[in-house]
């Protein structure tokens, strides 16, 4: 019988926020190994070897348990008063469902239950880790969480080399974190079913779009900071620099990376070339507007011409914030902990406070 302590440790350090966390199970399960050597598996059939796997070790422990709950009522002679069945719902590793409708009844008011946007969700997390450096596809566990950067843990796929990583509503730049983890994806599960990859994260996200990039971009855009809070219980490690509800500029930096320049290099070479960004597109559209013959276009190029002025607007409002902040030059102190260090970030050296994070 396999030891239940055993098993429920397994269960625990296959999330990130485990000590013992080495690499995410879906990445895990994107080599197969085979008779030429191994190919990669498509994201789906990760997802359904990793969901078997979590299946099997939730019978395992259950059946352990109730093995347990024999022999107990049989050493104390409880047989008429006690059975040795143990509810589903009592069973404390994860089982993955597809959605939430699938749960059976027996799993309802589980705290162990998932579902495939749980484990994509995570898989996302992961994707970002990966990005900034805190997790490496080359070897297990934390990469950096601080102390000396080391440019060899990094090979198969190289962090971002600024720790500040855009997410825009639309595709402006090639670096922003739709970008990069197409990117990450390519080099996890090989460039050859990408599309189809892509696919299934989308589908299993759920959120807006008219393509699969659009709805993991929408899904950074709006939902990833408040997974990223919720898992990490108000503690976040990835920080959001975020200008308002026009989503004129959203950045995402690594706390563990984080130096006293990081803010001014986010200003200077992110928050300014998206105004840049804006500038040259209402420019276009006003082009548009004036030239074009077509009058669903025209409405089409209005109605975007405002939304960037808005955009535009934003930044501009949010820069001024900023540069109090940037010019402060903040030291934070890892050791203080993310409450403090949150709001001294925000803190300009006069004492005087702006919100410029996403709030936790």
């Known amino acids: 019988m396999l030891n239940n302590v055993d098993v429920s440790r397994k269960d625990w ?26 190919h990669k598996a498509t994201i789906a059939e990760a997802y359904l070897k990793w969901k078997q796997k979590c299946n099997d070790r939730f019978l ?62 995570s898989l996302l997390s992961y994707a970002v880790g990966c990005m900034f450096g805190r997790y490496s596809l080359d070897e297990p566990g934390q990469a950096y969480a601080g102390g000396e950067w080391d440019d060899s843990k990094y090979s198969t796929f190289i962090p971002d080399h600024d720790n500040c990583i855009p997410i825009t509503d639309e595709e402006y ?12 994806m390519k080099k996890v599960y090989g460039p050859e079913n990408l599309e189809e990859n892509l696919d299934f ?6 959120n807006k779009g008219n393509t699969s990039r659009e709805v993991i971009r929408n ?5 990833f900071i408040k ?4 898992t990490y219980q108000k503690r976040p490690i990835y ?43 209402i420019g276009r559209m006003q082009d548009m507007i004036d030239h074009s013959t077509n009058a669903r276009e025209v409405a089409a190029a209005t109605k975007r011409k405002e939304k960037l002025q808005k955009q535009l607007k934003e930044c501009r409002d949010y820069d001024e914030m900023i540069a109090h902040l940037a010019l402060s030059r903040i030291e934070l102190d890892l050791d203080d902990g993310v409450k403090v260090n949150y709001e001294k970030i925000q803190t300009a050296s006069d004492g005087k406070k702006y919100s410029v994070l996403a709030k936790i």
């Open 201 to 206: 994260i989308a589908e299993a996200l759920g």
């Open 239 to 281: 920080w959001l620099f975020d200008s308002g509800k026009q989503n004129g500029f959203k950045a995402l930096i690594y706390l563990h990376r984080y130096t006293p320049d990081t803010i001014g290099n986010l200003r200077v070479d992110y928050l300014h070339k998206m105004q840049r960004v804006y500038e040259s597109e």
């Open 13 to 38: 350090d296959s999330f990130e926020t485990s000590w013992d966390f080495l690499t995410h199970p879906l990445v895990l399960a994107a080599y197969v190994p085979d008779l030429n050597g191994g």
């Open 219 to 223: 899904y950074f855009l709006k939902d």
């Open 60 to 121: 395992q422990l259950k059946a352990n348990e109730e093995e347990l709950n024999r022999i107990f009522i049989d050493i104390y002679g409880l047989q008429d008063e006690l059975t040795p069945e143990v509810a589903d719902k009592d069973v404390t590793v994860h089982r993955i469902f597809d959605t939430k409708d699938d749960v059976p009844e027996s799993m309802q008011g589980s705290n162990y239950v998932r579902t495939k946007r749980d484990e994509i969700v």
């Open 173 to 184: 730049l090639e670096d922003d974190i739709v970008g990069l983890f197409v990117i990450w």
């Open 227 to 230: 997974d990223h809070i919720k």
